[in-house]
């Protein structure tokens, strides 16, 4: 369309720079001002898309400049999504650790409970010489217990009379109370009265 319109605006041109010519051989003035009313209307529809040219130009610059824009804003948002689908799965990974202890539970047999003293380290230290050392310790295999997602006690029992300590862990395995000695990781049955004598 913009190809014909400069072809007719070429070919008006030439007519009317040949209209000196013709005049002499008499080209009736009505016709030299229809051409020439023709070559207005196509100067001013050559300067109406001109205009229009420029006006789609600012258009594209703009949606180019708006896509810029908005692909900055996906990028960010991008880069804002993958930090908070690490923070989800960290959580979700912290979520099924605590899934995996959580509620805490009795030992459920002797052997669960000794390979997991085995596996704690407390009984491997020096020897502790006072009360309160002694039931740190037991207090941390309390903790180390309730991490890992079982039931420990610890408690201390002092005799006047004597003036002795006895600091021990307990726990339930199978409906019986067994208890050890932080340091030694020997499990006795409680609720045996044989096995009771031997912590005197």
């Given at each position: 369309?913009?190809?014909?319109n400069?072809?007719?605006?070429?070919?008006?041109?030439?007519?009317?720079s040949?209209?000196?010519?013709?005049?002499?051989?008499?080209?009736?003035?009505?016709?030299?001002?229809?051409?020439?009313?023709e070559?207005e209307?196509l100067?001013?529809?050559q300067?109406?898309l001109m205009?229009?040219n420029t006006?789609v130009k600012?258009?594209?610059?703009?949606?180019?400049?708006?896509?810029?824009n908005l692909?900055?804003?996906?990028?960010?948002?991008?880069?804002?999504?993958e930090?908070l689908?690490a923070?989800?799965?960290?959580v979700?990974q912290?979520l099924a650790?605590?899934r995996?202890?959580?509620?805490?539970?009795?030992f459920?047999?002797?052997?669960?409970?000794?390979d997991?003293?085995?596996?704690?380290d407390?009984?491997?230290?020096?020897?502790t010489?006072t009360?309160?050392?002694?039931y740190?310790?037991?207090?941390?295999i309390?903790?180390?217990?309730?991490?890992d997602?079982?039931i420990?006690?610890?408690?201390?029992?002092?005799?006047?009379?004597?003036?002795l300590?006895y600091?021990n862990?307990?726990?339930?395995?199978?409906?019986y109370v067994?208890m050890?000695?932080p340091?030694?990781?020997e499990?006795?049955?409680?609720s045996?009265?044989s096995d009771l004598?031997?912590?005197?």
């Amino acid at each position: 369309m913009k190809r014909f319109n400069w072809w007719l605006i070429g070919l008006v041109a030439v007519c009317l720079s040949m209209i000196p010519l013709t005049g002499c051989i008499g080209v009736p003035q009505s016709e030299f001002e229809a051409l020439q009313a023709e070559y207005e209307a196509l100067q001013a529809e050559q300067a109406s898309l001109m205009a229009e040219n420029t006006s789609v130009k600012e258009q594209l610059q703009t949606a180019q400049s708006d896509l810029t824009n908005l692909q900055a804003d996906y990028d960010t948002l991008n880069v804002d999504y993958e930090m908070l689908n690490a923070d989800y799965e960290a959580v979700n990974q912290e979520l099924a650790d605590i899934r995996e202890v959580y509620p805490p539970r009795d030992f459920s047999s002797l052997s669960e409970l000794q390979d997991w003293l085995l596996e704690n380290d407390v009984s491997d230290r020096p020897p502790t010489t006072t009360a309160e050392a002694l039931y740190s310790k037991a207090l941390e295999i309390q903790e180390d217990a309730f991490n890992d997602g079982y039931i420990v006690s610890a408690w201390i029992d002092y005799y006047y009379e004597t003036e002795l300590f006895y600091v021990n862990c307990t726990a339930v395995v199978d409906g019986y109370v067994w208890m050890w000695d932080p340091e030694t990781d020997e499990p006795i049955n409680f609720s045996d009265a044989s096995d009771l004598l031997k912590l005197r």
